[in-house]
């Protein structure tokens, strides 16, 4: 058997155009669905379930419109941008440090380690109310919920992922010389890479739930949740929907983002081959 014969062919463009189309054929039946039962139909009086082009209405107003109360929705998408990408990459670089300190030394494994498991299991919105008894009513207890909810997946992710190193590569380092901090900066750190993508990829996910939550409850700046709370405070279901969609697609953006990275990294390890 030839080299040729084991190397897995590479996914060619038209299976990536193949699974694009399915996608894109089944978000345009939901959206016909939903045309259909609001529209068409009927069933829901608008107040109650808008349709598409209500929602798409709210959208276009908010993010490129020219009235006095229009453009407000893109404020609120760059503050909360603001907001989580601080809080995550703060949540980042204190995961980072707790886990390889977690990772090396056990006594602090055991007692940190276990906290921060039980912790990650309460509710962000849970924190919220903590967050302004603790800092007040302003950013910074919006900070604290999402740096808090993503610095835990960091850290026990780096803890793990150094466990999780093949024994093998720390005898095949030892051998080599390498020893103590060179063994973790050498060896380890590099082995750990693609499970870490993964605790960073559930760190956003983590962050950016959070910060919603936190938005929610805490008002006075412009942000995605303030313009949940305008929406239900004004009976606008429209706008409620139309930031919900907003917040799915940059949630599910950054996650493609991180995603596509986490598997070019895996390919490049070997732990995962193109179909």
């Known amino acids: ?55 798409w209405t709210e959208i276009r107003y908010g993010l490129w419109g020219t009235g006095p109360q229009d453009g407000k929705l893109l404020a609120a998408i760059a503050g909360s941008l603001r907001r989580v ?51 007040g009513l302003n950013e910074r207890a919006v900070l604290f919920v999402v740096i808090l909810e993503g610095f835990i997946p960091v850290a026990l992710a780096v803890s793990g992922a150094l466990l999780n190193v093949p024994p093998a590569l720390r005898v095949a380092g030892r051998t080599l010389g390498a020893q103590g901090a060179g063994l973790m900066l050498r060896v380890l750190l590099p082995a750990s890479v693609p499970s870490v993508l993964t605790g960073l990829r559930t760190a956003w996910s983590f962050a950016w ?19 949940l709370e305008v929406g239900r405070n004004t009976a606008n279901v429209a706008l409620v929907l139309s930031t919900i969609l907003i917040i799915g697609v940059i949630g599910g953006l950054f996650d493609a983002l991180l995603r596509a990275l986490e598997g070019r990294v895996r390919r490049d390890y070997g732990l995962e081959v193109l179909e």
């Open 1 to 55: 058997m030839t080299t040729a014969e084991l190397t897995p062919a590479p996914r060619t463009r038209p299976g990536r155009l193949r699974s694009l189309s399915w996608q894109l054929a089944g978000l345009l039946l939901l959206v016909a669905l939903w045309w259909l039962v609001t529209d068409v139909l009927r069933l829901y009086p608008p107040y109650v379930f808008p349709s598409p082009g209500a929602v």
């Open 85 to 135: 990408l601080t809080g995550y990459l703060i949540a980042v670089a204190l995961g980072s440090v707790v886990g390889l300190l977690m990772g090396a030394w056990r006594p602090l494994r055991t007692t940190l380690g276990a906290y921060l498991t039980g912790i990650q299991s309460v509710p962000s919105i849970a924190f919220v109310p903590f967050a302004i008894l603790f800092l």
């Open 209 to 227: 739930r959070a910060l919603v939550g936190g938005e929610l409850l805490i008002s006075g700046a412009s942000s995605l949740g303030e313009q």
